[in-house]
């Protein structure tokens, strides 16, 4: 095998894996607020 060939494996495993990594150590927050409530804009000036 090529060293470019096995340099190219070497970088899509690290990617992938960085990615894998990132999706499963980053957990979602619950959101804060009532989500359903709809606050109007406020009004404004001179539109």
């Known amino acids: 095998m090529s ?3 096995i340099l ?3 970088v899509a ?3 992938i894996g960085g ?8 957990e979602p ?3 804060t ?5 709809i ?4 009004e404004q000036d001179n539109p």
Do not use: E, F
């Open 3 to 5: 060293k470019s060939l």
């Open 8 to 10: 190219r494996i070497i």
């Open 13 to 15: 495993i690290a990617i």
């Open 19 to 26: 990615g894998i990594l990132v999706v499963i150590k980053d």
């Open 29 to 31: 927050q619950t959101p």
């Open 33 to 37: 607020g009532d989500i359903n409530s």
């Open 39 to 42: 606050q109007p804009l406020p």
